[in-house]
């Protein structure tokens, strides 16, 4: 399952567009990744310094990426997208991670 981290600067960005893009990301990611349950965490630091407005990184299995580069690419062009048709004014740092990663669900 992917997870989607947001890191947003809230003197630049609002929490309502924040949750605008959160929801826009986890569509995104699932429909790119084929993928159901992605879930999307969003936060702004008490202490910023020097940060982007918006850092959006995508966790997930390793294994599950094929090519990392076409599975970046499709994200944020589908991203571009949402941007235009939302007129979300923002910049957005997209990062890609592929994780070795042990799920124990529902100890």
């Given amino acids: 399952m992917p997870l989607v981290r947001i890191e947003y600067d809230n003197e630049k960005v609002t929490e309502e567009e924040t949750r605008s893009l959160s929801n826009g990301v986890r569509d995104i990611v699932s429909e790119v990744t084929e993928i159901e349950?992605?879930?999307?965490?969003?936060?702004?630091?008490?202490?910023?310094?020097?940060?982007?407005?918006?850092e959006v990184f995508v966790e997930m299995s390793a294994h599950k990426i094929k090519d990392a580069d076409q599975l970046i690419g499709e994200i944020k062009s589908?991203?571009?997208?949402?941007?235009?048709?939302?007129?979300?004014?923002?910049?957005?740092?997209?990062?890609?991670?592929?994780?070795?990663?042990?799920?124990?669900?529902?100890?």
């Fill in 37 to 54: 349950d992605v879930f999307v965490y969003a936060n702004s630091s008490q202490i910023k310094i020097k940060v982007a407005p918006i």
């Fill in 78 to 107: 589908r991203l571009t997208e949402w941007k235009e048709s939302n007129s979300f004014a923002h910049p957005l740092n997209l990062t890609l991670i592929p994780m070795n990663w042990k799920v124990e669900i529902g100890i």
